[in-house]
């Protein structure tokens, strides 16, 4: 179990403290921002768009949002110069730089979540309180308005669905909090991770932060272990998790995202 980072701070900022450079990737829905009813449903705070801002425009800071949501998408929400966006669980990256990535499986797998996308739609209609989110190579089932006694039937219903177009393996199924989401296997936060530490091999001496809330960041926590801070966002819930730290809700990510610019901008 990880244990609460304010227990440990003093051991956390120390080391913080003695890093000449930080890469600080961030999850967006549930770990910068609560849960909506809605995707859509959701705004940044300006204090924290500020707070983003200063550690984006930090020398000694390198600042990440890494989301399942798309490209498009997070950078509207943001709205957010000089940071990489790493955007469907960083299948595409925008680099700081304006460079751009895409996982090489990008258009093949498109065709066959169109085709996922097209039987939901299709099953779903009508059904009060199901959302379906297209981000191209991912297909997200957002349940959160469902009433109780159907979400089991939502839940059979869209597995069975998955289940029957997966005949090769090819794709998975991911719970997150009221949402089912169906991505390809091969690609995760953990390899977007290493792809953009790898755009910073020139810098030496980097310390990588992580801070999410989901199952999906679980590839980038064990990617990380025993090379940087990982830190699990539990919004009231418990479960086992690769990360070390442990914060309880966005707002104390927010807390700790203060204290991190605090703590970098004492000369070294």
């Not at 997150?176 to 091969?186: N, Q, T, Y």
Request: net charge negative.
């Amino acid at each position: 179990m990880a244990r609460h980072l304010y227990d440990l701070a003093s051991e956390v900022f120390q080391v913080i403290k003695e890093t000449s450079t930080i890469a600080l990737f961030l999850d967006f829905d549930g770990t910068l921002i609560p849960f909506a009813n809605s995707p859509a449903d959701v705004h940044i705070p300006q204090k924290v768009r500020t707070l983003l801002k200063k550690l984006a425009e930090h020398p000694q800071c390198r600042l990440a949002i890494i989301t399942g949501r798309t490209l498009e998408e997070i950078k509207q929400l943001v709205d957010i110069k000089g940071l990489t966006y790493a955007a469907v669980h960083g299948w595409e990256i925008e680099f700081s730089s304006g460079e751009l990535f895409q996982w090489n499986g990008y258009n093949q797998t498109k065709e066959k979540m169109d085709a996922i996308k097209a039987k939901a739609e299709n099953i779903f209609a009508g059904e009060q309180g199901v959302i379906l989110e297209d981000k191209g190579v991912t297909i997200a089932l957002h349940y959160r308005m469902v009433p109780q006694e159907k979400s089991k039937t939502i839940i059979d219903d869209f597995t069975r669905l998955v289940d029957e177009m997966n005949t090769n393996s090819c794709f998975q199924i991911l719970q997150g909090s009221k949402v089912l989401e169906v991505r390809p296997r091969g690609w995760d936060k953990g390899k977007a991770v290493s792809v953009i530490l790898e755009s910073m091999e020139t810098i030496s001496g980097i310390l990588p932060i992580y801070i999410g809330d989901d199952t999906t960041d679980e590839d980038a926590f064990r990617m990380l272990l025993g090379k940087g801070i990982t830190i699990v966002v539990l919004n009231g819930g418990k479960r086992s998790t690769h990360a070390t730290y442990s914060l309880e809700t966005p707002s104390e990510v927010h807390r700790f995202l203060a204290d991190v610019l605090d703590n970098i901008q004492m000369v070294h």
